[in-house]
T-cell receptor, first 116, second 115 residues
Framework: AQSVTQLDSQVPVFEEAPVELRCNYS??????LFWYVQYPNQGLQLLLKYLSGSTLVKGINGFEAEFNKSQTSFHLRKPSVHISDTAEYFC??????????????FGTGTRLTIIP | DAGVIQSPRHEVTEMGQEVTLRCKLISGHNSLFWYRQTMMRGLELLIY????????DSGMPEDRFSAKMPNASFSTLKIQPSEPRDSAVYFCASSLGDPGDTEAFFGQGTRLTVV
C-alpha cells in the first residue's frame, strides 16, 4: 500500500521569500512521485515528476523537488515566490503499471498563501 | 488536444435523483481515473480503468455509485439515488499508461451539489 503525508496544511510566505512544502511517502515498491498544483475552481496541473534518474527534478514556474529515498521524502521548493503562486499543492505517489499500482495516491494538500 | 473534458461543470440536483457525470479522455490515453474531492476527505480515488477494464473500484463508496467506459475515449460516473453527502467536486483524469510514467492529466472537474 502507498501513502503520502503532507505535514503542513497551510503555509504563509512573504512575496519573494523562499518556500519549502514538505512531502513524505510510504511504499513497499519502487515509486513515482509527483507534485500537482490546484488554483481556485480549477483542476490539478502537474508541476513536476520524479520517475527515475537525477534526484533533483525541475518543474514549471520555477519549482523544483528533490527525491530522497533514505528519508522517503520529496519536498517541493522555490527560491522566490510570487503572488501568482497562491494555490493548493498536492504531493502524490504511484507505483508501476506492471505491478498494478499505477493509481495516484494523493496527500491532503498544502495551501500556500503569498503575503504581499 | 483539448485535454480531458468533463461535463457538466456544475450540477445541482435534488436528493434521490440520478446524476450522470461525463468524461472524455485525451486521445491515445488508455487509463482513466475518477476522483472525488471534499474538504473533509481531500482527493479520493473512486475507480480506475485500464483499456476500458475496471482495475480497482475499492474506492467506490457504495452501490449507489457506478462507472462505465463504453469505449476507449469516454466514461460516465453515475450516482443513483443521489444524497446530500455526495456533494463534492468530481475529477476525471487520464494517463498514457506508459509503464515508465504514470502522469495523470486532470479535467476541470464537475461540482456536484445535492440538496
Amino acid at each position: 500500500a502507498q501513502s503520502v503525508t503532507q505535514l503542513d496544511s497551510q503555509v504563509p510566505v512573504f512575496e519573494e521569500a523562499p518556500v519549502e512544502l514538505r512531502c513524505n511517502y510510504s511504499s513497499s515498491v519502487s515509486v513515482y512521485l509527483f507534485w500537482y498544483v490546484q488554483y481556485p475552481n480549477q483542476g490539478l496541473q502537474l508541476l513536476l515528476k520524479y520517475l527515475s534518474g537525477s534526484t533533483l527534478v525541475k518543474g514549471i514556474n520555477g519549482f523544483e523537488a528533490e527525491f530522497n529515498k533514505s528519508q522517503t521524502s520529496f519536498h517541493l521548493r522555490k527560491p522566490s515566490v510570487h503572488i501568482s503562486d497562491t494555490a493548493e499543492y498536492f504531493c502524490a505517489v504511484s507505483g508501476d503499471r506492471i505491478f498494478g499500482n499505477e493509481k495516484l495516491t494523493f496527500g491532503t494538500g498544502t495551501r500556500l498563501t503569498i503575503i504581499p | 488536444d483539448a485535454g480531458v473534458i468533463q461535463s457538466p461543470r456544475h450540477e445541482v440536483t435534488e436528493m434521490g435523483q440520478e446524476v450522470t457525470l461525463r468524461c472524455k479522455l485525451i486521445s491515445g490515453h488508455n487509463s482513466l481515473f475518477w476522483y472525488r474531492q471534499t474538504m473533509m476527505r481531500g482527493l479520493e480515488l473512486l475507480i480506475y480503468f485500464n483499456n476500458n477494464v475496471p482495475i480497482d473500484d475499492s474506492g467506490m463508496p457504495e452501490d449507489r455509485f457506478s462507472a462505465k467506459m463504453p469505449n476507449a475515449s469516454f466514461s460516465t460516473l453515475k450516482i443513483q439515488p443521489s444524497e446530500p453527502r455526495d456533494s463534492a467536486v468530481y475529477f476525471c483524469a487520464s494517463s498514457l499508461g506508459d509503464p515508465g510514467d504514470t502522469e495523470a492529466f486532470f479535467g476541470q472537474g464537475t461540482r456536484l451539489t445535492v440538496v
